[in-house]
């Protein structure tokens, strides 16, 4: 059996290569569900890594899968996921969407607006099913800060329904025979660090929660308090532990959603980054090392196609790499201060966007170095501007000086399995 390391993985397939160890993405489920108040459900978001074999061992764990996108869902089933384990979520489903995901069987829906409430009603209506869905709520915070955390809802959004909007909803919170309101979904955070914000947010989803259900005389089905579980990107580094985040949430529970404990209501969490991040490393090659007016710049075969370009929107942190095989994508980094110098560290597009740090530390970068970038199992490939979400890239469509004759053409970016030798 041939034992595969970083530098024999590189020269077998080519570069650049994601790299996602099975093994990494079992310790964080393990990790992440001891930190939660029990019983709880949990979804795997799929937008963080699609990859069929990542989305296969999730689901094996037994995860459920929370998809926004019919690529999403078209992996979530072929990994085996039964469809009454998904949750169908995001602020613009099409009605395209909206049909093919209820004729293959999915029956959860969160609902974004009222117009997003009626199209999942009419879909419904038209294939003659009867679909659920929780509704959600643009709140949470509360003026709670959120550690390093991007936040999602609870001032002005795209996302969920503001709570002063929801009252004057009765179709939204009355539903319909073919459309029943289940529950609410809170989405409010991604990313947060620090564990008593974290905590915070939580506790806020979970009196809204109480508080809504209340006023509403909903039915309370099902709880999604969201998440916004943190974890590092392409740099080194662990997920945290969040240990005290369970019994401060089992209290909270306790206090204002009385018969959690007995699943009445099911608690529901949500989680990418956190449960995915620590499993990809992403293998480039150095092409080419320059000294341009007093830089260093180091130019790789990724760049931002390959890695960060939802990133260089500039809302999240520029990644930092560290050099092959010295690289344990948990440990610490490895450097010799006396020979390293601080580099720019680029890719191999013709623009002056492709830049993947500034401030790089490379130990004697050497041309045709293979150079590892940890912590990249989750919004790797996937956020690499049109592999986001898994969705389709639109259409190219040519047309004559008479404006006739459309030729159209489509990028297609389907999985295609090989084995053995890709590249050399
Ligand atoms: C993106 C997303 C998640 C996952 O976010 P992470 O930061 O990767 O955990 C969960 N729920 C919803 C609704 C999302 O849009």
Request: net charge neutral.
């Amino acid at each position: 059996m041939q034992i595969y390391n970083q530098t024999n993985l590189a020269q077998t397939f080519g570069t650049p290569l994601y790299v996602y160890r099975i093994e990494e993405v079992r310790r964080a489920v393990n990790r992440l569900r001891v930190a939660l108040p029990a019983p709880h459900r949990l979804y795997y978001s799929v937008k963080a890594n699609p990859n069929p074999g990542v989305v296969r061992e999730l689901v094996g764990l037994g995860l459920h899968s929370e998809v926004s996108s019919g690529g999403e869902l078209a992996v979530t089933l072929a990994a085996g996921q039964p469809p009454d384990r998904v949750l169908y979520t995001g602020p613009g489903k099409t009605t395209a969407e909206v049909s093919d995901a209820i004729r293959r069987g999915i029956r959860l829906f969160s609902v974004e607006s009222e117009v997003d409430y009626r199209r999942i009603g009419a879909e419904a209506a038209k294939a003659g099913a009867v679909v659920e869905y929780l509704i959600r709520i643009n709140g949470g915070g509360m003026g709670s800060g959120t550690g390093a955390g991007l936040r999602m809802t609870g001032r002005p959004s795209q996302f969920g329904i503001d709570l002063d909007a929801l009252w004057s909803m009765p179709e939204v919170l009355a539903g319909s025979p073919v459309a029943r309101p289940v529950g609410l979904h809170f989405y409010s955070v991604t990313n947060v660090t620090e564990e008593d914000a974290l905590a915070d947010e939580f506790a806020a989803n979970i009196r809204l929660a109480a508080y809504v259900i209340d006023r509403a005389g909903l039915p309370a089905v099902l709880v999604d308090l969201g998440g916004g579980f943190a974890a590092p990107f392409a740099q080194p580094g662990a997920a945290p532990r969040y240990k005290k985040l369970r019994p401060m949430l089992e209290r909270l529970l306790d206090t204002h959603i009385a018969g959690w404990r007995g699943e009445q209501p099911t608690i529901m969490f949500e989680a990418g980054r956190y449960l995915v991040g620590g499993c990809g490393t992403l293998l480039s090659r150095v092409l080419d090392i320059k000294r341009s007016q007093g830089r260093v710049y180091v130019v790789l075969d990724a760049g931002i196609n390959v890695l960060g370009g939802v990133s260089a929107t500039g809302r999240l942190r520029p990644p930092r790499v560290q050099p092959c095989d010295t690289a344990r994508p948990s440990g610490p980094p490895v450097r010799d201060p006396r020979t390293t110098e601080p580099v720019t560290l680029v890719g191999p597009l013709c623009t002056p966007i492709d830049v993947l740090s500034r401030t790089t530390d490379l130990i004697n970068p050497q041309v045709d170095d293979v150079i590892a970038i940890p912590n990249v199992g989750a919004y790797g490939l996937t956020a690499s501007v049109l592999g986001f979400l898994s969705r389709q890239p639109p259409l190219e469509v040519l047309l004559g000086a008479d404006h006739d004759m459309p030729a159209v053409t489509t990028l297609t970016l389907q999985r295609v399995e090989t084995t053995g030798e890709r590249r050399g």
